[in-house]
């Protein structure tokens, strides 16, 4: 049964719309150095005072005034601001590893164990019949909105422009309605696709989708409800790096499973942080992109950043000294 919804707020909301000029006097009157006041209007023109607001915070005295302490420059926040775009487009590029791997290990292990390449259709695969139905209204609906829209150019050898493989299946085949499994699976989003693997009835299909990811299903579970939560914020150009996600990736009991070596490697104040979140995404490419360079090119972001940045994601200072993350860094 869904929760019922949380009553609205009762105040009315009569905050007036402040210029370029009143946003950058806002800042200077809470005593943020602003030497450059055009350069400054400029940033918050493109990047949006909302968005860039909250890279302030950690600078501030606090409420009720929310005055910033001496010294503090535009320029501070800026490069925290910079660092977190830099930081977002690296988990991105984590998670994309991650997400292809995921999609076809799902695909892959299913239209095989079952001889199937349609076997998404059977509700019997399913633990919950009406999110098996979800997912059928989803595949269709695109298969539906990719016929009604423009046709796609017949690919020619000279063309680099090529009919997707979707309009391809349904403008050459009638039956089955749906296409094959490894076109389904790049219908859904991140969250869909984490659906469909947590609505899988049997749980040995479930474990050997997980363990072609060098995990188990928990842990699997767990992670990709993670990297929902987290691949929403870069997507939409959010503040990530020290971001409360509501959701965290569970910790590996199994030896099996790559992680943190050290005894003290993961300090109890950070788990509610980025840093497993970063660990876990490592944990995945050791199996599905073991010569990946994405440790080495987090070091790098990370390497010339101060405690608070650090702080800010759980990271301890010896980090890059686990036995985890140094083999990628000789």
């Known amino acids: 049964m869904p929760r019922p919804p949380r009553p609205r707020g009762a105040l009315i909301y009569d905050k007036p719309a402040l210029s370029l000029d009143d ?63 830099a930081l977002r487009l690296l988990v991105m590029d984590a998670l994309e590893r991650v997400e292809v791997a995921v999609r076809a290990a799902l695909t892959d292990h ?47 050898p000279s063309s680099v422009v090529y009919r997707s493989a979707l309009e391809h299946y349904l403008l050459t085949y009638g039956e089955p309605e749906l296409p094959p499994s490894w076109l389904m699976v790049e219908t859904l989003t991140l969250g869909q696709l984490n659906n469909v693997i947590d609505n899988l009835r049997v749980r040995a299909d479930r474990t050997a989708i997980a363990r072609r990811l060098g995990l188990n299903d ?47 490697a993961l300090p109890t104040r950070s788990e509610k942080r980025l840093y497993p979140v970063l660990v876990s995404l490592q944990s995945v490419l050791d199996m599905v992109s073991p010569r990946s360079t994405w440790a080495r090119r987090l070091h790098q972001l990370l390497s010339t950043r101060p405690p608070m940045n650090l702080a800010g994601m759980g990271i301890p200072a010896d980090w890059a000294e686990d036995e985890f993350w140094s083999r990628h860094l000789g």
Not at 137 to 143: A, G, P
């Open 23 to 85: 946003l950058v006097t806002r800042l200077a009157e809470r005593g943020l150095e602003i030497p450059d006041r055009e350069r400054a209007a400029r940033y918050l023109r493109h990047i949006g005072y909302f968005r860039l607001s909250p890279y302030t915070i950690p600078f501030q005295r606090g409420r009720p005034d929310h005055a910033f302490r001496a010294g503090v420059a535009f320029d501070d926040v800026l490069d925290i601001y910079v660092f977190d775009r």
């Open 110 to 156: 299913m239209s095989t164990a079952y001889e199937d390449p349609h076997w998404y259709v059977e509700a019997a695969h399913f633990q919950n019949h009406g999110k098996h139905t979800g997912l059928l209204k989803i595949v269709r609906d695109t298969s539906d909105t990719r016929l009604a829209g423009t046709p796609e150019p017949i690919s020619h």
């Open 218 to 264: 928990p842990v699997l579970t767990s992670w990709l409800r993670t990297y929902v939560r987290v691949r929403n914020i870069c997507a939409h150009h959010g503040r990530l790096w020290n971001v409360g996600l509501g959701v965290y990736p569970a910790i590996p009991a199994s030896p099996a499973i790559s992680w943190l070596k050290g005894d003290a």
